[in-house]
């Protein structure tokens, strides 16, 4: 598209005139909550609904947004990197709000008791409903990270996201997570259970051999007459944070030069907006829109950004709206574009918080829900420990519920220290709350579970520390791969986000004695992307901690010392 | 070791050269590449040395150079580097790995009248800059992409 700043600014200036409710502190009337999902007038003749990154959550959850989200380089202070309140004033959200509960991580345990869980699958079913009721033909567009998060997922092989996101109604979806169960499962769900119904998009997913594309790479879909292209970028690094072994013969990678080639065919065939559903990451995408020209939007996912408003980055031929929708159930994403004689003209943006109680849920998609739970209900039900405080994951370093991951490697494997991966999803407790075989596996439940337990030297562990930490905080987007860092168990560092791999970690020690570079110690970690890994599933040994403790009182987070980013707007 | 990685990387570069000349038919053929292999310059341990022995003295940096490879590397072991030269009368290309055991990972002449564009697969151990050197006119161009190998883990 082609919008001046000027333009772009009195845009986003309409859409908050006709934006969500922010003020209501306490729940809604009945009144007030129809308001809430009211769009109101159409702002243009296409809409698009975007959801991503949901993790399998089909039931209403707890989720905490992170404290700590540092931007670093060009990113530092700039959407996604605005945690607390430096969120709420960039994007004008009032404190105390439910739209600041669903943005931020301010006060979470009153808040979450004020306005109650959010998202699930009945509740985004019933709100899609409802925008397809006052915007007839609005597609919807699924990011991907569907199929994986769950105790569910895990044990039907997605089964229950697949049939999940078909009465939905998902359009089009990309994808990463879902490779984790292997090509063949992908290949084998694409060609049966989506076909027909579900597009799966991916321009960067090649074969090894000869490079021949394994999905399509666009699909158009016609909306009020407009002629419109849905590009699928799926996350370009998936061999890499996660096991190559699942999709040997695949290869991904952000591929620029074929993205440009396939929104120049797209508009050959007559688009007239080109949207990449993309599973980059934020940072990545800001970086792409800059240099591949002719995408008027990208519906990106992957990094869990919670972004209120698009950022409008300008390229050599125009300027394309970067969008992140969140996780884990909790929003919608609705976009109107203004098409016309060819090309979007304006827009509007609206990241639709779902609170489950604004919304009846929709009854065939919880009558679904309810099918696919009933085989494992009891098991999940199980309560394993009580929990005295607020557990969550999210954040740049370690959640309390990673602490308590890292506290029963340690104390279950006698190990001196423990690593679990940095990944960003996984739901939140809440103080006084049971916590259940569920909560655990929202934690765990991955394809490659297995505990291993390693005897490094000080050097190696301090190269797989600064390894991850440049996934993280190298300045150039394109080499950050968009977890968040390795969550460290037993041994302390010092952590300087500014510098360059190799001199970012330091000051490591372990009971209050530095670590030696050639001396062994004994690391529990779990997940491991070698082929053959083998050991016992994490989730086992945390439910035998809980088991064992009962009580789970707040924990000792260890986070490392941090230099380098006194005042950076991404950490409080 | 290092015999077996030399052997690997001489593998490389060699079947990148064989499948460019079967592919397009450009290269005068097998026995005139092995004659030309510049086996110094392939088993010099460091990048100048290896420069030297290619005669890549005076390298002046070039946009017209654009080297196609992964900014993170999916598996170190075959790396798709692929090079393209925009200079007029490009009459070879050499691809380093500058931080290989043996940088000098391939190297390719280039007929007069040819597009100048060659794709391979290298060997990485590490994170490295790899280097393009571009002949032309009597000439060296050079430019540099690096190449991330990291642990894996953590999405």
Redesign the interface.
């Known amino acids: 598209m082609s919008l001046t700043r000027r333009e772009f600014l009195q845009l986003l200036a309409v859409a908050s005139a006709y934006g969500l409710d922010a003020g209501a502190d306490e729940a809604l009337a009945a009144g007030e909550a129809e308001r809430f999902y009211d769009l109101s007038k159409a702002a243009g003749n296409v809409t698009l609904m975007h959801f991503t990154d949901c993790h399998a959550q089909l039931l209403p959850i707890h989720f905490r947004e992170p404290d700590v989200n540092i931007g670093i380089g060009d990113a530092y202070g700039k959407p996604p990197h605005l945690v607390g309140e430096a969120l709420l004033r960039h994007f004008r959200v009032s404190p105390k709000s439910r739209l600041a509960h669903a943005y931020t991580h301010i006060d979470f345990e009153r808040a979450a008791g004020t306005f109650g869980k959010v998202g699930g699958f009945a509740h985004l079913a019933a709100l899609v409903k409802r925008v397809r009721a006052q915007r007839p033909g609005a597609l919807l567009l699924d990011g991907g990270d569907t199929w994986q998060g769950s105790g569910t997922a895990l044990w039907t092989r997605a089964q229950d996201m697949i049939d999940a996101s078909n009465l939905l109604g998902v359009e089009v979806m990309t994808g990463?997570?879902e490779f984790t169960y292997g090509a063949a499962r992908v290949q084998e769900v694409v060609n049966k259970d989506l076909a027909g119904r579900i597009e799966f998009v991916a321009q960067n997913v090649k074969t090894a051999d000869f490079g021949d594309p394994v999905f399509k790479a666009y699909v158009m879909r016609e909306m009020n007459g407009v002629p419109v292209a849905i590009v699928g970028q799926a996350?370009p690094?998936?061999?890499?944070?996660?096991p190559?072994h699942f999709v040997a013969e695949w290869?991904?990678?952000?591929q620029e030069?074929n993205l440009q080639k396939t929104v120049n065919e797209a508009r050959a065939r007559g688009a007239h907006a080109v949207v990449l559903l993309s599973h980059n990451g934020m940072d990545v995408d800001i970086k792409l829109a800059s240099r591949v020209t002719g995408i008027d939007a990208i519906l990106g996912g992957h990094t869990h950004d919670a972004v209120p408003e698009p950022l409008l980055i300008r390229n050599a031929a125009g300027n394309t709206l970067v969008t992140n929708a969140g996780s884990n159930g909790k929003f919608l994403a609705v976009l109107e574009l203004a098409v016309r004689s060819g090309a979007v003209r304006g827009f509007r943006y609206r990241l639709l918080p779902i609170f489950a109680n604004l919304i009846e849920p929709d009854p065939d998609m919880a009558a679904l829900i309810r099918k696919v739970r009933e085989p494992f209900e009891a098991k999940l039900a199980e309560r394993l420990a009580i929990s005295e405080t607020l557990l969550y994951r999210r954040g740049n370093f370690n959640g309390t519920f990673d602490q308590v991951i890292l506290d029963a490697l340690m104390t279950l494997k006698g190990a001196e220290i423990a690593f679990s991966?940095?990944?960003r999803w996984g739901t939140t407790v809440l103080p006084g709350q049971a916590i259940t075989l569920e909560h655990v596996m929202d934690q765990t439940a991955i394809t490659y579970p297995y505990v291993t337990v390693n005897e490094l030297t000080g050097a190696t562990i301090k190269s797989?520390l600064e390894?991850?930490c440049?996934?993280l905080f190298n300045p150039?987007p394109?080499?950050q791969?968009?977890?968040?860092m390795?969550r460290v168990g037993g041994m302390q560092f010092t952590c300087d986000p500014t510098q360059k791999?190799g001199a970012r970690i330091s000051g490591m020690t372990l009971k209050g004695k530095l670590v030696e570079a050639g001396k062994t110690y004994k690391v529990a970690s779990w997940?491991?992307?070698a082929e053959g890994a083998s050991g016992e599933p994490v989730w086992d040994v945390v439910i035998r901690y809980l088991k064992e403790r009962k009580v789970i009182r707040p924990p000792s987070v260890n986070r490392p010392r941090l230099i380098g980013v006194q005042g950076n707007p991404g950490a409080v | 070791m290092n015999k077996l990685r030399r052997n690997v990387l001489r593998l490389a570069g060699s079947a990148g050269a064989l499948s460019a000349a079967a592919i397009s038919g450009l290269i005068a053929g097998r026995h005139a590449w092995a004659a030309n292999r510049n086996e110094a310059a392939f088993q010099a341990k460091a990048v100048a040395d290896a420069l030297k022995n290619l005669g890549a003295g005076n390298l002046v940096e070039s946009r017209d150079i654009v080297i196609t490879a992964p900014d993170i590397a999916e598996n170190g072991a075959v790396v798709p580097v692929a090079v393209t030269s925009r200079i007029a009368n490009t009459e070879s290309i050499a691809i380093l790995a500058e931080k290989n055991p043996f940088p000098l990972a391939a190297s390719f002449d280039i007929t007069p009248g040819a597009d100048a564009y060659v794709s391979t697969r290298i060997k990485m151990g590490q994170t490295s800059d790899v280097r393009a050197i571009v002949k032309a006119g009597g000439k060296y161009f050079t430019a540099v992409k690096e190449v991330k190998v990291t642990i894996g883990g953590c999405g």
Do not use: L
């Open positions: 990463h997570w996350f690094y998936t061999p890499i944070a996660n190559r290869t991904f990678g952000i030069e991966p940095g990944f797989v390894d991850i440049d996934n150039d394109y080499y791969q968009g977890g968040d390795v791999i997940a491991p992307v």
